[in-house]
């Protein structure tokens, strides 16, 4: 006689306890992580070598690297003196749970204040995939177009920080930041927001000293 | 194409709760999915049918409930699907709009005998 069994289980309830694990690993060596998620070419990786700089002797970062294949970005964050791991991940289109656990452990968690998660150039895939990090943050970029929140709604969702990179273009990219701005307040109300430019410079201090500011939570007692 | 992973997912927890239950196949499995989660019903039925193959789920019916993007205006309470490139409220033209439903994904039942 058949049955009928009642579930309701989220999908990906083995990656958000495997996330769990991830979390409170982080938490025990007194790490943030960070999740970084942005389309290919918004500056992920920019936006972590100008993060080093501005953070030097305030905050030691490390970086996990995800990527379909090649090791580029972390050669560049090796060049620039970060602890860095990459994960290849063979074709796949988002970094889960399981990779990152592999990942984390190649690094010295305990000489480090921040981990940076470098997921998959991806606005679609890495959105439901939990890594066990403290903080998600995406990275729209001026080109890319003021449409996006629209197009691509569920990447703004569950984000604690948006960065709107390469505000430089302004002058020459027909982008309408109002329009912009409406979308991403309806998907994630008061979402702190940075318009900077990882080429000039410009903004990227406030971006810092946000993430300097959640570092000393996430040192403080009362945050754990 | 993270609908293999997702895929993937289903077919492990239809086979926990078939194994729990003692039942020897799984029939049938009812998604809920949100439009903003992203899925394509035709990529997991694709890779349903190359990863359930020789499991006790082998055969079974994937039945997908689609929820398409709701908002709720929180001027005057309207819930709306917005349109493509426009979150603003069809009522009230207010743009203080939060998201109602949309964001589902899960395994609601399965069928076994």
């Known amino acids: ?224 | 194409m993270h609908e293999l992973s997702v895929t993937q997912s289903v077919l492990d927890i239809a086979l926990t709760h078939a194994e729990r239950a003692g039942a020897k196949r799984v029939l049938a499995i009812d998604l809920v999915i949100g439009d903003l989660a992203s899925i394509l019903d035709d990529s997991v039925q694709f890779y349903w049918e190359m990863i359930a193959k020789g499991t006790p789920a082998e055969g079974a019916t994937l039945r997908f409930t689609r929820l398409p993007l709701e908002l709720r205006c929180t001027d005057c309470g309207r819930i709306f699907s917005p349109g493509a490139d426009n979150f603003s409220c069809p009522a009230c033209n207010s743009s203080r709009v939060r998201v109602n439903q949309g964001e589902e994904l899960r395994v609601e039942s399965i069928e076994v005998e």
Request: hydrophobic content about 45%; aromatic content about 6%; glycine content about 8%.
């Open chain 1, 1 to 224: 006689m058949p049955a009928r069994i009642q579930i309701v289980e989220n999908i990906l309830s083995a990656n958000d306890e495997l996330a769990a694990r991830n979390r409170a690993a982080f938490d025990r060596a007194g790490v943030l992580a960070l999740n970084l998620m942005a389309s290919p070419g918004a500056g992920k990786t920019s936006l972590i070598l100008r993060t080093l700089e501005a953070l030097r002797g305030r905050v030691r970062l490390g970086v996990i690297e995800g990527d379909l294949a090649s090791s580029i970005d972390t050669d560049r964050a090796r060049a620039a003196g970060i602890p860095a791991f990459q994960i290849n991940t063979g074709g796949q289109c988002h970094l889960d749970a399981v990779m990152v656990q592999a990942a984390m452990h190649e690094l010295p968690l305990a000489q480090l204040d921040v981990v940076i998660i470098e997921n998959v150039g991806n606005l679609v895939c890495p959105i439901e995939f939990r890594l066990g990090s403290h903080l998600s943050v995406l990275i729209a970029s001026i080109p890319e177009g003021d449409d996006k929140p629209y197009k691509y709604p569920s990447a703004y969702r569950g984000v604690q920080a948006l960065v709107v990179n390469k505000v430089d273009l302004l002058p020459y990219v027909p982008f309408r930041m109002d329009y912009f701005r409406e979308g991403v307040e309806a998907l994630n109300p008061g979402l702190v927001t940075f318009p900077l430019s990882c080429r000039t410079g410009e903004g990227l201090a406030a971006w810092a000293d946000w993430l300097v500011a959640r570092v000393t939570e996430n040192r403080s007692p009362a945050a754990h």
